[in-house]
């Protein structure tokens, strides 16, 4: 007999795209638009759905963090701030720029070489500036 993804969603209680994922994980070819299994092929799928509710989920590595791991065993704002900064603690864009030592151009960032806003407490380099207005 033949299953369609329809069919086993209906079965098993999850969405279509859950078990299209995992088709496409384990090689599967569609047939034209739609998703076709063979007994065998249906049979593993419900094996597997099943197995879901019975795993632990794992919790995200990072101290004092209750959350459900997504990925490399962390939870998505954990993992994404690793990903964007290179660091699981939280930092905003004045703490990220506050951290650089040198300017764009390579020039050290010193109390004699640093110009600083008192608006706003920007950076500018005075080597950078003096080479650029001549």
Not at 32 to 53: K, N, P, S
Request: proline share 4%.
């Amino acid at each position: 007999m033949t299953w369609t993804a329809a069919q086993l969603t209906g079965e098993l209680g999850v969405r279509e795209h859950r078990v299209a994922r995992l088709a496409r994980t384990w090689g599967w070819e569609r047939t034209g638009h739609a998703w076709l299994f063979t007994d065998e092929q249906a049979d593993l799928i419900r094996e597997h759905v099943r197995t879901w509710d019975t795993r632990t989920p794992a919790v995200c590595s990072v101290d004092g963090c209750d959350e459900r791991a997504s990925a490399k065993g962390m939870c998505h704002p954990h993992y994404l701030r690793v990903w964007r900064h290179g660091s699981t603690e939280a930092r905003t864009g004045g703490e990220h720029q506050r951290a650089k030592t040198h300017c764009p151009h390579g020039h050290e960032y010193t109390p004699e070489n640093t110009i600083v806003y008192p608006s706003d407490g920007r950076r500018r380099c005075r080597t950078c500036r003096l080479e650029a207005s001549s």
